[in-house]
């Protein structure tokens, strides 16, 4: 079985019955979306809420917004239809925790929100998701089934 | 500055900052714990965020990291990372304890901590001495979790400036091989054109 391995501000969508995964979410988030019935899986590992905040916004894989667009074109590319696909999200923590609101600390949660503004804009469901805390997460997307495995240090291992 | 273009003169002149910093905070951390610390050179990665993960080996592999701000004339971070066994051989020296503990308690935390803010600050002074320039240190911030997620966070605080970062790594070792640890220092792009001119390198 063939397993794809997305980097941070990346993304990688599949076909074939394989795994795309991502290791050590921190503040960054996770963006999977499948379609259930073409069988077709992509993943996004974005760094960043939004492109429009930011001038130097070259690399779309990099910001939630952006990378969403870009996925689902991929996907599409691949043979699959907007309106089955469905959305999972994971990450969006907060790994060392500070005595202030600079806004870079809150990254995390800024990152979650940006990424279900977008999907809820493109009318993607989002069916389930694992985000927030302030640990790690390795997730690995199964394109058989669309399943999410969510690997944590300390915080045992889910299904979503 | 166009980090793509960046010559071998500038790179030296980072190695060779880093080697100052890093010097200065291996003999901190030889004081320490009373034994012989080596250097490896200090090496400067240029990395594309896609290759962060991997700074570090096995993304997925549990390491303490203890963070720090770093501002005033230049911005960016500085990271102490240690593997598990590292980071409890350092305790036990410290605590002058034998023990086969495989987990890490809040004192081990707090001292790992201290530990972290004795080698930043020695590093931030020299390089302060050197540049010039006006450096704070933040109150440190420690995590232990997968390698990945903790080397994400110098790069993500910076993610909006361009799409690369720069990390000036360096390796200590322990004589005995007790302990290995690598510190990051993690200019932000804009700070790093300062820290040269600064240095009448570029300007």
């Known amino acids: 079985m063939e397993i794809i391995k997305v980097g941070m501000a990346d993304y990688k969508t599949i076909k074939s019955t394989g795994i795309l995964t991502t290791l050590g979410l921190g503040s960054c988030v996770g963006i999977a979306l499948y379609d259930r019935i073409n069988k077709i899986a992509g993943l996004a590992h974005i760094m960043l809420p939004s492109s429009t905040e930011i001038k130097n916004n070259s690399n779309k894989a990099k910001f939630a917004d952006t990378a969403v667009d870009e996925l689902i074109k991929d996907m599409v590319l691949l043979g699959s239809s907007r309106k089955f696909l469905v959305a999972k999200l994971a990450g969006g923590s907060q790994m060392f925790s500070f005595n202030s609101n600079v806004d870079i600390l809150r990254i995390g949660e800024r990152n979650v929100i940006a990424s279900k503004k977008k999907l809820l804009e493109l009318d993607i469901p989002v069916i389930a998701e694992d985000t927030g805390g302030n640990y790690g997460r390795t997730i690995e997307l199964n394109s058989k089934d669309g399943n999410l495995l969510i690997k944590t240090i300390g915080h045992g291992l889910k299904n979503i | ?203």
């Open chain 2, 1 to 203: 500055m166009d980090l793509n273009n960046i010559n071998s003169t500038l790179l030296d002149v980072l190695k060779e900052l880093g080697n100052i910093g890093s010097g200065n905070a291996a003999t901190a951390l030889a004081t320490m714990i009373d034994k012989r610390v080596d250097m490896k050179v200090p090496q400067v990665k240029i990395l594309e965020f896609k290759d962060v993960g991997e700074i570090l080996g096995d993304g997925d592999n549990p390491v303490v990291g203890i963070y720090f701000e770093m501002s005033d004339d230049i911005e960016g971070n500085i990271m102490f990372v240690l593997d598990i066994d590292s980071a409890l051989n350092l305790t036990n020296m410290l605590f002058g304890r034998n023990t086969t503990n495989n987990q890490l308690d809040e004192m081990d935390m707090s001292a790992l901590s201290e530990v972290g803010n004795i080698l930043s600050a020695s590093y931030i002074n020299s390089l302060s001495a050197l540049t010039g320039l006006k450096l704070k240190l933040s109150v440190p911030s420690i995590c232990v979790d997968m390698a990945a997620a903790i080397i994400s966070v110098p790069a993500v605080q910076f993610g909006h400036m361009g799409e690369h970062v720069i990390f000036i790594e360096t390796q200590f070792e322990e004589n005995q091989r007790q302990i290995t640890g690598d510190l990051f220092l993690v200019p932000e792009v804009g700070s790093f054109e300062k820290i040269l001119n600064s240095l009448g390198v570029i300007g």
